[in-house]
């Protein structure tokens, strides 16, 4: 695992977090894709014995979709004001999912709030970024909720996903300090700096306890 400073991980050694089987993700976004393309660089680059074999994007003009073409990974979307209730949206998203034979899902800044629907198909095989310490801030505008609360420190939480916002059990943190001149610009920045960083080895402690 990365030797950080900032780094709040469980103790496992790179033995543990080994998995022999190739495992088949199935990631989700809305936005720029930058932490997708940590997970398809960390696979690449055979840190992550993973292949994602599909990105589904519900926002027609998110960036993700130059990222995933790019980096030759099938996508689809599936734009949210297509239907009208997050029930079905999950429904289509779980029929992607299962052509394609997802074994895991990863909400990789995924703004939607999902629903009882995926998680009965992926029980405790949905893995969520949030850009805060978790339990705190959680919910939309988690940096600027972190500035307005005046604390010295934020980061971020990788965590698997239960029908609560923003929960669920953490599998990983990385701890951010918050600097006199930051805006919400230069922190986020410096938060996404450990995400890519945090987001792999999230993935690799939950896939590990079922390898």
Same mark, same amino acid.
């Given at each position: 695992? !990365?030797?950080? &400073?900032?780094?709040?991980?469980?103790?496992? #050694?790179?033995?543990?977090?080994?998995?022999?089987?190739?495992?088949?993700?199935?990631?989700?976004?809305?936005?720029?894709?930058?932490?997708?393309?940590?997970?398809?660089?960390?696979?690449?680059?055979?840190?992550?014995?993973?292949?994602?074999?599909?990105?589904?994007?519900?926002? &027609?003009?998110?960036?993700?979709?130059?990222? $995933?073409?790019?980096?030759?990974?099938?996508?689809? @979307?599936?734009?949210?004001?297509?239907?009208? !209730?997050?029930? $079905?949206?999950?429904?289509?998203?779980?029929?992607?999912?299962?052509?394609?034979?997802?074994?895991?899902?990863?909400?990789?800044?995924?703004?939607?709030?999902? #629903?009882?629907? @995926?998680?009965?198909?992926?029980?405790?095989?949905?893995?969520?970024?949030?850009?805060?310490?978790?339990?705190?801030?959680?919910?939309?505008?988690?940096?600027?909720? $972190?500035?307005?609360?005046?604390?010295?420190? !934020?980061?971020? !939480?990788?965590?698997?996903?239960?029908?609560?916002?923003?929960?669920?059990?953490?599998?990983?943190?990385?701890?951010?300090?918050?600097?006199?001149?930051?805006?919400?610009?230069?922190?986020?920045?410096? +938060?996404?700096?450990?995400?890519?960083?945090?987001?792999?080895?999230? +993935?690799?402690?939950?896939?590990?306890?079922?390898?």
């Amino acid at each position: 695992m !990365t030797n950080s &400073p900032y780094l709040i991980s469980p103790s496992l #050694t790179q033995e543990q977090l080994s998995i022999e089987k190739t495992v088949k993700l199935g990631v989700m976004a809305s936005g720029s894709g930058s932490n997708f393309e940590a997970i398809a660089l960390a696979i690449n680059e055979g840190k992550l014995n993973a292949k994602i074999e599909v990105l589904i994007y519900n926002n &027609p003009d998110a960036k993700v979709k130059e990222r $995933a073409d790019r980096l030759n990974i099938p996508t689809v @979307l599936l734009n949210h004001r297509d239907y009208k !209730t997050r029930k $079905a949206l999950d429904q289509a998203i779980v029929e992607v999912f299962q052509v394609h034979g997802v074994e895991w899902v990863v909400m990789a800044g995924w703004m939607r709030i999902i #629903t009882q629907e @995926l998680l009965n198909a992926y029980p405790q095989k949905v893995i969520n970024i949030h850009p805060s310490i978790l339990p705190s801030f959680k919910g939309i505008n988690a940096v600027e909720q $972190a500035l307005s609360a005046r604390v010295k420190v !934020t980061g971020c !939480t990788v965590h698997l996903v239960d029908l609560e916002v923003d929960s669920g059990e953490i599998l990983i943190q990385a701890v951010v300090p918050i600097l006199a001149d930051d805006t919400a610009d230069s922190l986020h920045d410096r +938060i996404q700096i450990q995400e890519h960083r945090i987001i792999v080895e999230g +993935i690799s402690i939950a896939l590990s306890r079922n390898s």
